[in-house]
T-cell receptor, first 114, second 112 residues
Framework: GNSVTQMEGPVTLSEEAFLTINCTYTATGYPSLFWYVQYPGEGLQLLLKATKADDKGSNKGFEATYRKETTSFHLEKGSVQVSDSAVYFCARGASGGSNYKLTFGKGTLLTVNP | DVKVTQSSRYLVKRTGEKVFLECVQDMDHENMFWYRQDPGLGLRLIYFSYDVKMKEKGDIPEGYSVSREKKERFSLILESASTNQTSMYLC???????????FGPGTRLTVL
């Protein structure tokens, strides 16, 4: 079945450090790929998405590129801020048809220290 | 902006009680979802609804049921709450386009 594997945390960085959170997915079809972020005490928010191979999603300085050859969608940010401290979830959508479900990774806790 | 609201942020219930968690979305979305979130397990889909009165089991439906009588409202029901149902419950609503879901703030349920 569909699955998503993301880097286990927690990840602790200093402000202005470079961030990478790895994410790989099972290669069934051509799913849409997502990164969601959950700030403390809140629900999940869509951070960025990509719908086809080689697409790059970007938002708030975060980027992720849909790599079909490596079945990956790694999240990157060049210079993190304390306000980026949150849990990040990678997710894949359906590969077609009328399946509405998202499959999530287990989440990666990021803590950014001043 | 899409708004998904959940009836309670925190809820404490006793074992054996019947529990209702309510979710309302204001964007006329057809699809709605209930997840539970547990440390180390991420999000797991309990049930989803693709239209009024239509529902489908997710990955962990045991011990839960749902109701969707109106398009904007999706309720999760714990018929007889148990301690292993202590969790964070997240509701989501699906917009048009490729699978984007919008989440409510969550309900943290504790069953004593």
């Amino acid at each position: 079945g569909n699955s998503v594997t993301q880097m286990e945390g927690p990840v602790t960085l200093s402000e202005e450090a470079f961030l990478t959170i790895n994410c790989t997915y099972t290669a069934t079809g051509y799913p849409s790929l997502f990164w969601y972020v959950q700030y403390p005490g809140e629900g999940l928010q869509l951070l960025l998405k990509a719908t086809k191979a080689d697409d790059k999603g970007s938002n708030k300085g975060f980027e992720a590129t849909y790599r079909k050859e490596t079945t990956s969608f790694h999240l990157e940010k060049g210079s993190v801020q304390v306000s980026d401290s949150a849990v990040y979830f990678c997710a894949r959508g359906a590969s077609g048809g009328s399946n509405y479900k998202l499959t999530f990774g287990k989440g990666t806790l990021l803590t950014v220290n001043p | 902006d899409v708004k998904v609201t959940q009836s309670s942020r925190y809820l404490v219930k006793r074992t054996g009680e019947k529990v209702f968690l309510e979710c309302v979305q204001d964007m006329d979305h057809e699809n709605m979802f209930w997840y539970r979130q547990d440390p180390g397990l991420g999000l797991r889909l309990i049930y989803f609804s693709y239209d009024v009165k239509m529902k489908e089991k997710g990955d962990i439906p045991e011990g839960y049921s749902v109701s969707r009588e109106k398009k904007e409202r999706f309720s999760l029901i714990l018929e007889s709450a148990s301690t292993n149902q202590t969790s964070m419950y997240l509701c989501a609503s699906r917009a048009g386009g490729p699978d984007t879901q919008y989440f409510g703030p969550g309900t943290r349920l504790t069953v004593l």
